[in-house]
């Protein structure tokens, strides 16, 4: 292992997988740093699914190669399997075994002896907060339990990587937060994560570094702050009075902003990326007031990660003749 | 972050050839267990799994047996001939419990996991197939009852009859290979529905299960002759020393008079056969 390897826990470089015509991987890279987390950001169908197979061994790409932890992870995949722990897009958990056999029988296994695999599945469970429902049949849990339980199966062996496929997917805000936690207790322990997610704000509080991709490519990378000041200034919105408003407003806007404003009729809202804030803020106001334009709302804030999502999937996707 | 971030060893990295093997049987075992733990918790199965056979006994028994049973309307005869070919027929139909099983296994994301974690591949599915074992076990004595009820009798030796028993579950054994690879092929619960049970009527009543092969017309009968559930049903009959009804034709051939072996001989071949079958489509199914 060179000195790079024990920095870079997960590797890929320029995978490519295609299903028939679909590019579903278009040459991917990416990096985790040991002890980091990486978030794999991309809507629906953008590839985070099949690098996340690629990575665990389940599926072997057309081209490209990827490293876990050292190992090739095509010429090595069950040393792969040994150090990395999964918790796919669809929890699996065996619904017809208890929460403590299902991690019971993960631990075996993985090689473990009867007693290590039953400690290891009733220290989890009590860690999961499942140790109350830890004998009933998984059939019974809730969403969350499911999934945190499925989780817990990816710790069994303590890996040192952990990928996890839309971790929150299908939770309740209360269950998407303590999966939070969960997650980031175990950075905290120092366990290298990657995750994917279809949610900026997830990415933004869990990740170190986010690479966004869709249609199997990269559109970018770099820290949620980095990629948030790649959407340069802050965005300036207003709500007016009625719907009859809405051009002249605009109109103010596009002289006051540094882009085309965005007008949404339903909401009578008009908002702008402008380059100094406040000033245009006021000068907005002036403008507005002096044509008597009645505004019922006015804010100001920084570009959400939201914005940059859409500003790159959405401009890409109409350049392409889409959406 | 001020995480401390400690190597931790990759276990056992170079394996010995032993402990490979080793661990082939440790995995069995575990999935073994989970598979009958997944009966154990959906006894409705059982009612499943036995309803079908005892409505055949008790159609073939009374409704036809009548007819079929020789003359006089005596079927006493005929029922007892007919409990092997029950007990063949009732573990052949359990393989398609293998077949929905590995198909839902697929669906739910359980052998992604399986895939996922340093196990054997072929544990997997011998997991599967030993679990159905066990599954049989039940449902013969189950079916055992339901025969002496009828009137039959075993009436070779108490060996004889262990023997009779063990033929059973190889044939039970060679026909759950069947399904694991059906159940790996199929796309869908629903089609391994279908799939798993649909070959299983041309392959039991082409046979010696219900009448005198003899008696089957034209290419059926050499089909039948040479099909290795009649195979297993006679060699099953001579063991339990249950004889044909009075009158009916005496089974002629190298198959009908070497039935044990012939019978043994081909669940070994089916096997032969399906087993690298269904690792090699276990190997590639999920990794699409
Ligand atoms: N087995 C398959 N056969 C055919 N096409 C596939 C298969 N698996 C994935 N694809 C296609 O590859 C592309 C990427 O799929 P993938 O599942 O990786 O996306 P994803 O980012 O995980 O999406 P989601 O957020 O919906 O889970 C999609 O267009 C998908 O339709
Ligand atoms: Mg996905």
Redesign the interface.
Known sequence: MSEND?QVAVRARDLVKTYGSTRALDGVDLEVP???VLGLLGPNGAGKTTTVRIL?????PDSGEAWV?GRDVLAEP??V????G?S?Q???V????TGF?NLY??G????QNKATARARARELLARFQLDEAADR?SKGYSGGMRRRLDLA?ALV??P?VVILDEPTTGLDPRGRIEMWEVIKEL????TTVLLTTQYLEEADQLA?SIVVIDKGRVIARGTADELKSQISGERLELVVSTVDELPATAKVLAEVGAAEPAIDEHTRRVDVIVDTGPKALVEALRLLDAQNVVVQDVALHRPTLDDVFLSLTGSRAESEGEQ | ?T??????P????HISTRARVA?VF??SG??T??NV??VR??PEWLLGATAFPIMFVLMFAYVFGGAIGGPGGDSSQYREFLIAGIFAQTVAFNSSYTVIGFASDLQ???I????????SRLAVILGRTTADQVLSVVVLVVMSACGLLIGWRIRGSFLDAVLGYLMILLFAFAMSWIGAYIGLIARSVEVANSAGLIWMFPLTFVSSAFVPQESLPGVLGPIADWNPFTAAVNATRDLFNNPSPAGWPEPSGWPAENAALYAILSCVAIIAIFAPLATAQYRRV???
């Open positions: 024990r040991s002890g980091k665990t061994t389940l599926l072997k932890a069950d040393s399997r040994r150090v990395i999964l796919g669809y929890a699996a065996d619904e017809n075994l056999e029988m993960v075996r296994l993985y090689g049949p199966g062996a303590e040192t950075v905290a322990d120092g170190d | 972050m995480a401390t971030i400690q190597a931790k990759a276990s056992t990295e661990k440790t995995d575990v999935v267990w989970r733990m997944n918790r959906n739910k994301g359980i992604d996991r399986f895939r996922s974690l340093p196990m999920a990794s699409k």
